[in-house]
Each structure stands twice: as structure tokens, then as C-alpha cells.
């Protein structure tokens, strides 16, 4: 859908034009702000986030061709000024962007202009219902460290839906009641079938490694959800947490006995108070302020429709990470994730394809876009997901290997026509770079049928 314009006016308060503004402090605006940066060194760089600090890659590492592993760390804005020069940090929201008269205006009343614009917003959790004090979700450091506080108190705690955050509470919180509702059949859809799911809930009962698990109750409901289950609508953002946003932060309820201030009540009818609620059912691309008045196409899941360049409708304006929906054509191997490391991927890309056409260089899709892979961490295990993990959009025509040793690993592989095209590994299976050459080299696999996932045969050495 397409947002169609108003009479367009200039604002006033006009201060200065960038070659280059960017807005959003997260992984993707800072990734697009360093890799401008350092192409055109030059050039006047402004980034506009709201908060003091930013969110910076750190600890880096290429895996293999496509996989890539680094933490996310929280640093002051003054870091990145320091090194690089060129760059000015606005600290303020943005209220309006005129994109006819390439400015931005925010909140505290001061305009800037660009010559190319790359807006990096991220996306703000959906919540089962606004403005209820007993319902929080999880999406900023300030958000988390209102979890942990309200959690030091809490002896029960409901939390709602089946993503990563979902996951990793579920596996994290102590010293409390962990009732956690599900609308799907299985676990961590998002990420897992039920084989993959199976093999993790015994790590929920199980002590973490080097700490106790005391009072740990988890209680688990599956359901299909309700019209209307999942609601959304805004909440102040900003930058999402990183992957391992938990790490040093204690999450331990209270323990005691007490009288339940909510209650809710789930579609297979049964009822749980709790001392309050975590909303973990997905986020929603945070576009806003960007639409009034101008003429962004809109995808379907609400982001900004971006090409092969991460160019949206409006000329000179760019998109990545969550704030963006990738609607080139894509990569059968491919698919787009809300994840930390696709932010990562589209900010530097962004600003590879910014620079690009400011210098008028002809740039290619990355390779990063050729196969989906991701690397993280639940319940204590290595996850590397390949391709087309959970079999998306191949319909009835593919097959499934599985090898699964109960506490170890996990492995599954995804085939169609004979051909690897995706793949899940849990634990630490040094499977991820074979698997993944399988996968680019599309090499037909029927000869060797089920024997591909034999334990006893060496399949790195075997496909080297």
C-alpha cells in the first residue's frame, strides 16, 4: 500500500545539510554510519538516535562464507565520534521527515538536511494490550532493566509468546513460576519443528551449567490463538537489546507467597494470576513518524518496502534492518528474519549502496543475501540455522534427515530434489561450513541417502 502525500511545507529552524544522515542508534544505523564513514571519509555523516548510547558490533568473526558470529554492546555515542571525524551525533527523537525537501525535523525543534537519507528505526514489540501497567514487553535496556526490577518481586509471572525473547526467559528466570503460553503446537517455532523442540524441553528441568535452578516451575499451554490473541500498537522504543542481553543481569523472582494483582485468561479457558505479564508475541516495524506526508510503499508486514539497493519508494531515502522489508527478488535459499545479524548485514550494505551512488559506482546484491544463516544460542546449546531450516515455501515436495543424540545434538536436513536447501544444528555438531558448501554447490545428495547423517562416517573429510 502506498501512503499518499498532504500540501507539503518546509519546516522552519533549518540548521545544516548532511551529504549523509542516518536515523537509529541499533546495529543497523551504526553499521551503515561506519561503513559511510569509512568509504567516503569526507564526507559530513550525521546519526540521530534518541538515547546517549548506541549499539555497537563487537568481537566480530567471519564463521564461513555466509555465517558470521560478534557480540552487541552497548558503548556511548562519543565512541563513534571519536573515530570517525566526519560524523556528528543529533541526540534527539524524530518528529517529521519531508522527504520533497530532503529535511528531517526532530522532536526538540531543529531541521536537517540530506542529500541521501538512510532511516534504521527498528521495530517496537507488539503487546497484548496497551497501557496495561501489568503487561511489559521487552525491547530496550530500559525495558529490561524494568523486567529485572519487577521481577525481584515476583512469584509468578506469565509470559506470552514463542520467539527468542520467549525462549530465552523461559530458560533464564529463576526463583520464580514461569507460566508460559504458547499458541502453537510446539516450542520456538519461529526457529524449530517439534523434533528440535522435543529434544530442548529437557534442558527447561534440567540445572543450567555453574548455577542452580531453584524453584524453576515452568508450566507450559499450547493453544491456537484467538482472533485478535496478539495485539499490538505503539510504545516508546529504542534499541533493541542484543543476543546475549540477559548475561549479567540477575533474573530471580521472589519466592513468597502473595495474592495475584492479574489474572489472564487463555482460549483453552483456563485462568492464571500472576504478578505481571511479558508480552513476547513478535515486533512491528517502527515506521513511525516517517509516513505522514510522504509516499513510502508499505509491505504487507508493515516495513518499508526496499530493493536490491535498500532503496525504498522515496527518491534518496534508504532502509535497513527491522524498520525494512526486503521485497527484491529473492534467493531461493534466502528469507528475511528480523535478526541481529541481518541488521547488521542490511546497514552495511545500506551504506555500501549509499556511498555507491553518491560516487556513481556500480554496486551488486552481497552475497549475504545468496543464504539465509544464522548462529545463536538456546538453552545453553550452539543453533545454526542453513537455507530453508524449517522447510519454508517448499510445500509437500522435500524430505527430512534427522540424527538426534539425546542431550548432545540435533540435526536436521532439509532436501528437495535430492538437494540440501537447508538445515538445523544444535549443539556442537561442526557441521555448519559443510553443510553450508552443500547447500551453495547445490550437489546432488541421492546417492547417499540416509547415510549423509551416519555418526560413523565423517562427512566433513567425505564432501572435502
Request: charged share 20%.
Amino acid at each position: 500500500m502506498a501512503f499518499k502525500t498532504v500540501p507539503h511545507l518546509t519546516p522552519s529552524g533549518f540548521k545544516k545539510t548532511f551529504q549523509f544522515v542516518v536515523m537509529g542508534g541499533g546495529i543497523a544505523g551504526v553499521t551503515c554510519v561506519e561503513q559511510l564513514s569509512s568509504q567516503i571519509p569526507s564526507a559530513d555523516v550525521a546519526l540521530i538516535t534518541a538515547g546517549p548510547h548506541i549499539k555497537a558490533v563487537t568481537n566480530y568473526k567471519q564463521v564461513s562464507r555466509t555465517l558470521e558470529e560478534f557480540d552487541v554492546e552497548e558503548q556511548p555515542s562519543s565512541v563513534l565520534e571519536e573515530k570517525f571525524p566526519n560524523l556528528t551525533i543529533i541526540h534527539s527523537a524524530v518528529k517529521s521527515l519531508h522527504t520533497k525537501s530532503h529535511c528531517v525535523e526532530t522532536a526538540d525543534g531543529r531541521v536537517f538536511g540530506y542529500k541521501k537519507l538512510c532511516i534504521c528505526s527498528g521495530a517496537r514489540p507488539k503487546l497484548l494490550t496497551q497501557d496495561n501497567p501489568y503487561v511489559l514487553g521487552i525491547r530496550d535496556t530500559d525495558s529490561a532493566q524494568e523486567f529485572q526490577k519487577r521481577l525481584s518481586k515476583a512469584k509468578r509471572i506469565v509470559i506470552v509468546g514463542n520467539g527468542g525473547i520467549a525462549l530465552e526467559l523461559v530458560y533464564e528466570v529463576e526463583g520464580c513460576e514461569v507460566i508460559w503460553a504458547v499458541k502453537d503446537k510446539a516450542i520456538g517455532n519461529t526457529f524449530f519443528d517439534a523434533g528440535a523442540a522435543q529434544f530442548l524441553i529437557p534442558s527447561l528441568e534440567a540445572d543450567k551449567p555453574q548455577a542452580a535452578a531453584p524453584c524453576k516451575r515452568p508450566r507450559y499451554t499450547t493453544e491456537e490463538a484467538a482472533p485478535g490473541a496478539y495485539g499490538h500498537g505503539p510504545t516508546d522504543s529504542g534499541s533493541a537489546l542484543g543476543p546475549d542481553w540477559h548475561e549479567g543481569i540477575a533474573l530471580r523472582g521472589a519466592e513468597q507467597v502473595r495474592y495475584w494483582p492479574v489474572y489472564v485468561r487463555l482460549t483453552n479457558a483456563k485462568t492464571f494470576g500472576c504478578d505481571f505479564v511479558v508480552s513476547a508475541t513478535g515486533v512491528v516495524p517502527n515506521t513511525e513518524p516517517f509516513l505522514q506526508g510522504n509516499t513510502f510503499v508499505v509491505a504487507d508486514d508493515g516495513g518499508l518496502q526496499v530493493d536490491d539497493h535498500m532503496m525504498t519508494s522515496e527518491p534518496d531515502v534508504y532502509a535497513a534492518g527491522d524498520v525494512c522489508t526486503a521485497c527484491w527478488e529473492q534467493s531461493p535459499l534466502w528469507q528475511q528474519m528480523r535478526l541481529w545479524t541481518q541488521a547488521r548485514q542490511m546497514g552495511w550494505y545500506a551504506g555500501r549502496c549509499m556511498a555507491a551512488h553518491s560516487l556513481s559506482e556500480p554496486v551488486e546484491l552481497d552475497f549475504c543475501f545468496e543464504l539465509f544463516s544464522h548462529i545463536t544460542k538456546f538453552f545453553n546449546y550452539k543453533v545454526v540455522l542453513l537455507g530453508k531450516f524449517n522447510g519454508q515455501g517448499l510445500g509437500p515436495d522435500h524430505e527430512l534427515l534427522v540424527r538426534c543424540t539425546k542431550g548432545q545434538e540435533y540435526v536436521k536436513v532439509v532436501l528437495s530434489g535430492g538437494r540440501m536447501v537447508g538445515a538445523v544444528l544444535i549443539g556442537e555438531t561442526d557441521l555448519e561450513e559443510t553443510f553450508e558448501n552443500l547447500i551453495l554447490n547445490q550437489m546432488d545428495l541421492t546417492p547417499y541417502g540416509e547415510e549423509l547423517l551416519n555418526p560413523d562416517i565423517d562427512i566433513e573429510d567425505y564432501f572435502d
